[in-house]
């Protein structure tokens, strides 16, 4: 990458996109460990809604989860070719429900807009910016707000 702010970085970023509930999101990528297809799950009887149950892979449990509720978007029905996104934030491991995994995009911190005015006060607090790419509006996700959130952390 090219040094340009007197310090030697340009802030570039990275960032993996996905569709859930109509809208498209991004994830920094250090946050996300692997995609995968929607895995062969146990429900969670009694569950908040967030949670959809738990799965096995290679070894380790993840809880798969419907962020859509937390987001206050449309209820997410699971469908055979939702794909599952596994991500880390400090110690905490989750599998989140995507209905789409579009693409890996590279962008610069200065593109980022403030979402306040452009999404709903709800989303904007889970949101820590947006980008314009190719037409399309990617609300990047604040994941440390979106882990201190009282449904989320329910059963950790």
Known sequence: MQNDNGRGDLEFKRMSTFEL?????GLDISNLSEV???PQFTPLPNSNGIYHGVFNLRGEIYPLVDISAVLELAHKK???EDMVLIIRQHDIFLGILADKILS?????SKNVKNPQGVVSR????FVQGIIDHKGKIIHILDLDSLFKTQNLLAYF
């Open 122 to 125: 709800s989303l904007s607090k």
């Open 36 to 38: 995968i297809k929607l």
């Open 104 to 108: 890996i995009v590279t962008y610069h």
């Open 21 to 25: 509930s109509g809208k498209t999101f």
């Open 78 to 80: 699971i469908q055979d």
